[in-house]
């Protein structure tokens, strides 16, 4: 850099080292969630429900293994499948495998069933499906088909169980466990196979969870390696090794995420870097516009870390890219800074923070209004986006200033870039605002409101993975059509008690066509109470008349088929038994049935399968059974259209809620309804147009999607804003502030706009739904803001002309006339202006000491409300007004245009007046001025002054009574401004202006109860 640079490089480092130092602490101390499920819906009972099963459920962790073959040889899969699994153990990843443990048991449980069948039906069991079975008919051919069995190989071992239950009532209730296998399955040699026998099935339990991406990529590298293996040892045949589990989702998620995240970071950069180097002329400035962005991110992380211990990686990310909107303000900042002539960093603050503060204040509340939520990753977004925010607007303004004292002139480089933007904002614009128009109408046709709510929608997988997970889906079943119940106990005895309450209840749907069918652990192992209602049941069912009968066939059958006619007297024995127990569930059994003991809360889990029916409700089904309090719900169907209708609500209740609060901050900000329609504008714009577009392309909203309003709200209004406030302060559209403000919105949305675009062709579903999002809300807001506000404003800040000055003095017309001039200025000068012409005595007298004045000198003109007064009433009238406030001046200028001329010099400093006055105005200000300065400000005047010319004065005198209203708020402003006021007596005002060459004519107060005084004087010869 040139040597001639006022940079403070200590301050730039230090404040470096500190954010940083702060960053790292921050990093510290925040837990970063990965925990998509957590970052649901809150305090909704049915997302509640669901989420809790989805986090306990052991299924979550559980792989499952497709091993097919090209024929429908079973034996090879069987042998293959023991290959399998073997090494599957001796990996050490797995802590259990395959269904041994469910062969193991299942004698034992099949042996239980037919012992305690006497308590095992209900009432509805023993007449639907029992009584069928007692025909002649049917009883007759049972007897045959077991004769068959037991004469036949399969026979073996089966003897058993044949004589103690002839008819079969076992399968009745062993077909409960269908929940756990697809329709059509198969077991053989002790494996599960699909109904047509080219496809086993093996279950494997990880030692770890499947979440854990480091044991993620273990399992599929194991995997790979198994089937690689099997086939290189079989030469003539092909075995096919489909893994399905959490753990692929985990690792393509973490795969495609960090592909994404590396890839658009690089062309995000790239882009971003070459658009700014082309966009100053010390390309350097441009890249330092960027730092403003990344410190307020790193001290957000930092405060955020003292107020929460954790925070969601989407918040992180997407709070991260939405804060790039403080981009432009950054941007505009050095715009202002890199100029072909000196400049201070302070005066660029100035323009900056006169310009965005309306512009930041508005994101933040947008942000923040992310707390109407029910959803924790918005309000993380939420906190986190409107803390960067604030830091990187904090930034620019107390950091930036004290490091960038003074910058040398630039070179004098032509940036066509800056041409290019210029020409675009102001070319055409009717017919832009006419297309605008248009588009806005055709997109409304198509702007619809649809979410897509299931939680696919959050995970990304790669395309093998789906194929894998459609093919399980096909072969054994689609798991995501079940319904889920879980229920807690602090012993077993009270989960048998609870299960027995949810049996009762589920065998009523089953009953009533609401379930296909069902299971609970208390349909095989009842607890007290339900064995004895069952035992009941099984009395009243088995009279004596029914025993007599079914005897009699059984015997009769028996001895026609081959047995002997008592060879089946151990089952009437059975249905003759009158005994009951309690029947406590063995450990054994805890896989099988789905339960598990949490050590760290010391309660059980059981988690129940049911099968929706032809007449099935999920409200009123869970209405019913959440009123029971003993069970949570899950329902993979209705969660997702609970979570829509929610997604539904909160975006509309969002969009509502901050539209509302930003239009009611813009009209207290603006205090007119013009200016906020018309900033809103291209906010409503983008609604459509992002809503349609969505439609057209077939893109349903999903959850990243929600933050499409707070998208549209917070950086599109950021983008209206800046430019309506550019030329709401420099009103000429070729002010070259006005195209600073230009080019810094048009950097700032094409930076954005690159960000997001890139993250379209990722491969991770929310980082690509994201892109969409982003790039859609952004580039129709940066469009709605170019194509709509320059023709809107040009017309709005037309310089209003003054009339012939056909008025009554302080009359209606001549009031509305004078404010028509101010309409289009900053909020307090507008306000000011009316309260002034409402409230203020001197109007219309001030018209009394004034006769058709060609020129008049107004000292201490402030906004120039008495000057504009004055023009409306003498056309020829031209003003040289003096005001050492720059703000006041500035809009002073504005709204005297032609007729008027204004400096910044103070009073006493009066200089380069090129014509002599006829008249003087000295309003409320000489009490600013000491006794010096006052003398020579008006020895200054008197030369100044045609002869015949009027010094019109007024001044407050303090009265010797209590101090009135006004003084008392004229005095507490002194204190405030740390400000000296010198109030004269009228002896010592009479002294004064005499000795500067006055003579008084007129002296006497403005009005009743008034301290103000008017004092006309003329030049003594």
Known sequence: MQKNYSIKWPAAIVTILIISVLFLIGLYRINIDTDIISSLPQNDPVLDDGRYILKHHPAQDRIVIDVSHESDDMDALVETGLIIEKQLKESGIFKDIGMNEFQSIFPGMLNHVITNMHVLFSEYELKTKVAPLLSSENISKSIKDDYNIMTGLEGIGQSEFIIRDP???????LAKLSQFTAKGTQIYRGQLFSSDGRHLLLIANPEGSASDTELSKKISGLINDIESKINNNNKNKHFTLTPVGAYRAALDNEVSARNDAKKAVTLATIGIALLLLFAFPRPLMGLLALLPAVFGTMTALFVYSMINDSVSILAIGFGGALISITVDHGIAYMLFLDQPQETYGRNASKEVWTVGLLATLTTICAFLFLYISSFKILIQIGQFAALGILFSFLFIHLIFPRIFLKMPPAKNKKLPLHSLINYLSSYCGKFKLIAACIIAIVMLFYAKIEFRADLSSMNSVSEKTLKAEELISETWGDIFSNIYL??????????????????EKLLDEVKNDQLQSAFTPSMIFPGAGLAKRNLYAWFDFWNESRISKTESLIRKAAVNTGFTSDAFNPFLDIIRSKKTAEYTISENYFPIFGISFNPESSTYKLFSTMTPGSKYSAEKFYQKFSALGITHIFDPVYFSKKLGTILTDTFIKMAVIIGISVIVLLFLFFASIRLTIISILPIAFAFICSLGTFSLLGHSLDIPAIMLSIIIIGMGIDYSLLIVRSYQRYID??????????????????????????LIFSDHIVMKSVGITGTTGIGFSFLGAFLILPALLKIFFKPVSFKNGNYKPGSGKHTSAVLKHFRYVEAYPRLFARFKLMFDPMFPVLSEFIDSPKTIIDIGCGYGVQSVWLCELYPELNIIGFEPDKERARIASHVLGSRGEIHTEKAEDITGIKRRSDVVLILDVIHYINDEELIKTLKIIRDNLLDKGKLIIRVTIPSEKLVPWERWIENTRLKLTNTTAWFRSPDKLKKIINNAGFKITTMNETAAKREETWIVAVKNK
Not at 167 to 173: D, S
Request: no cysteine.
């Open 486 to 503: 879980m229920t807690e106990a602090g012993t077993i005895k009270e989960l048998q008690n609870k299960a027995d309450v949810l049996t």
């Open 733 to 758: 559209e070729n002010n070259p502030s006005v195209k600073f403000i230009r080019v810094a919105v048009f950097l700032s949305a094409i930076s954005s706009l690159i960000g997001f675009s890139v």
């Open 167 to 173: 008819l079969g009532l076992k399968n009745i209730i």
